[in-house]
């Protein structure tokens, strides 16, 4: 299907981009990678009058550790994550959901940004920024402000941006001593959407407890989701075998998949106690390797 007819534009600065934003208002739609919003155009899910492109916007991609935190540019491409010794070394679950976000030359166009922007509950980083504790920045008329990751998906395809902003940074505290993570995704085929996806992100204290936990949800549910219940059963204890099967049943207790191609509801539940329990593990045996 071909999409309907649009104007395309494209701004050099931020604030022009802004501007246009503001005088078209709901009839634009910002384009970073295009591997989310292009494919909905030409199923005409999304019938934007107006493309405004920020691909030539300098300053915009970047990837850099500073004041304690790990700053990403909007538009640093996925391919960038996926080469940085920088995310090999110390966020390793930045790095398995990168792997399995499609396919190689997806991955070279594709922006971080634009996989949250798009709000889509099947995309990747969502569940890992949930899993991180992530912020998001975005800049508008008014300034910039930081959003929380747990605020930052209200509803279905729904982000916090309003209209006239643009998200332009991600920030993720750097990870203590003593840390793990790990994404575990089952999908019918490479580079197709989860049926049903896990990120994890811990920390370990000097007792071997678990200190701190993430715990994201992909595609079992409108939103992505946090797994609540899980992580406050974990928090403060030292893991046991038990306790982790346990958290991986309230993993599933806390989504809300639906029958679909990709499997029924009780399938997709199966999965995620199955996958919430393995993640949990990877993620400890990477902190204890961390040192």
């Known amino acids: ?15 022009e981009a802004i501007s246009l934003l503001q005088k078209h208002g709901e009839d634009a739609k910002i384009l970073a990678g295009g591997h989310s919003l292009i494919p ?53 679950l930045l790095l398995d959901t990168v792997k399995m976000i499609a396919d190689p030359q997806v991955r070279n166009m594709a922006t971080v940004g634009g996989n949250l922007a798009h709000g889509d509950p099947a995309n990747d980083h969502p569940a890992t920024m949930i899993a991180f504790r992530a912020s998001v920045f975005a800049e508008g008329p008014n300034g910039s402000r930081e959003i929380s990751i747990d605020d930052f998906f209200p509803d279905f395809f729904t982000t916090a941006l309003e ?3 643009i998200l332009t940074e991600i920030r993720i505290s750097s990870p203590p ?27 370990l204290n000097t007792a071997g407890s678990i ?24 928090r403060g204890k030292s893991p046991s075998d038990d306790l982790i099967k346990e958290a991986g049943l309230l993993a599933a207790g806390d989504s809300d998949p639906s029958d679909d191609l990709r499997g029924s509801a009780e399938y997709k539940k199966d999965l995620l106690c199955e996958l919430t329990q393995r993640a949990i593990r990877i993620s400890i045996e990477r902190s204890e390797r961390s040192g």
């Open 40 to 92: 909905a155009m030409k199923l005409r899910f999304a019938l934007p009058e107006y493309l405004i492109d920020i691909g030539g916007i300098e300053g915009m991609d970047y990837l850099r550790e500073e004041g304690g935190q790990l700053r990403i540019g909007a538009m640093t491409r996925e391919s960038s994550l996926e080469d940085s010794e920088l995310i090999s070394k110390k966020y390793p």
């Open 177 to 203: 001593p003593k840390s793990g993570g790990a994404y575990l995704k089952i999908e019918r085929k490479v580079g197709d959407y989860a049926a049903a996806a896990v990120a994890c992100q811990l920390n």
């Open 211 to 234: 200190e701190q936990i993430g715990i994201g949800l992909t595609n079992v549910g409108p939103t992505p989701i946090r797994a609540t219940s899980a992580e406050n059963l974990l």
């Open 163 to 165: 209209t006239n902003e």
């Open 1 to 15: 299907m071909i999409p309907p007819p649009f104007e395309y534009l494209s701004p050099n600065q931020l604030s």
